[in-house]
């Protein structure tokens, strides 16, 4: 199956690898658009519309094409998401993946490390769900809310979502207004494909495996993020071995939006090593 990849030029005199964009739950890659235009100064960057998200449909487990999506695909475990996107370039690549995409991205250097040069995670987290002896995550309670109201009303279970990602952060009503107007800009997504992203984030815990990360790699918070604590951005990036933290003060759970240059600067930074 072939996905939706937006491609923004390399305008600069910069040269490097690649830098693909991968987007967070119920979003589409042209969430990106403001930063990746900048980046593109410094390379080629490409954001990616996930299996049913935006213009990439889901295909069908029978192996047609997803429409409004109806019942679950095997085609959206996290493993088979990292292998689509593994399929889809074949070039090295700097990965960026926000919220659910950091999980992601995180998997896919873990699974085709020859693939994935630099790694970025940005509000994003080994484990979402709060366990036994893992306390910085989201109750289980919270996220299994949001699968119910899904079957009830999904776009208003996505924008109470987009809420609480903004919930705290400096110009909180215009980025969050920002996020509204995108949200359904690429089409209404698939609700197979967002049950979906809920059981990835409800039971995905890539805690053991971060020491056999090979990459560099950059954990990219926010000080006001109510959703992913400081303290698993901070064990992310300890637990990584070659792993660094930064974080933007003022911003919450989508820095990409509220302060743009400054994330802009910290990857450009990055990716030049």
């Known amino acids: 199956m072939s996905l939706h990849v937006d491609r923004y030029e390399h305008r600069g005199s910069d040269s490097g690898a690649p830098l693909l964009l991968i987007h967070g739950w119920g979003m589409h890659g042209g969430m990106w658009r403001g930063v990746a235009e900048q980046l593109a100064q410094h390379c080629d960057v490409y954001a990616v519309d996930l299996p049913g998200h935006g213009y990439s449909e889901l295909p069908s487990p029978a192996g047609g094409r997803g429409g409004g999506g109806e ?33 992601v991205a995180l998997r896919w250097a873990l699974r085709h490390p020859q693939q994935v040069e630099r790694l970025v995670m940005v509000a994003s987290t080994p484990c979402f769900v709060r366990l036994d002896g893992w306390k910085y995550a989201l109750s289980a309670e919270i996220l299994e809310e949001f ?12 924008k109470r979502f987009l809420s609480l990602q903004m919930r705290g952060s400096e110009q909180e009503r215009e980025v969050l207004a920002v996020l509204r107007d995108g949200l359904f800009s690429r089409g209404e997504p698939n609700l197979a494909a967002l049950q979906a992203g809920l059981e990835i984030l409800r039971g995905s815990d890539q805690r053991a495996a971060l020491p056999e990360l090979r990459q560099a790699t950059l954990v990219l918070a926010g000080e ?19 792993g660094r933290l930064a974080t933007i003060r003022g911003a919450a759970h989508a820095p990409f939006l509220s302060h743009p240059d400054e994330f802009v600067g910290l990857i450009k930074d990055f990716l030049k090593g």
């Open 71 to 103: 019942g679950r695909s095997a085609s959206l475990s996290l493993d088979s998401l990292v292998d689509q996107l593994s399929a889809q370039f074949d070039e090295p690549l700097a990965v960026c993946g926000w919220s659910l995409g950091g999980q």
């Open 147 to 158: 699968a119910v109201n899904l079957q009830k009303n999904y776009a208003m279970t996505l």
């Open 224 to 242: 006001r993020d109510t959703l992913i604590p400081h303290q698993a951005t901070q064990y992310l990036a300890d637990r990584i071995p070659d």
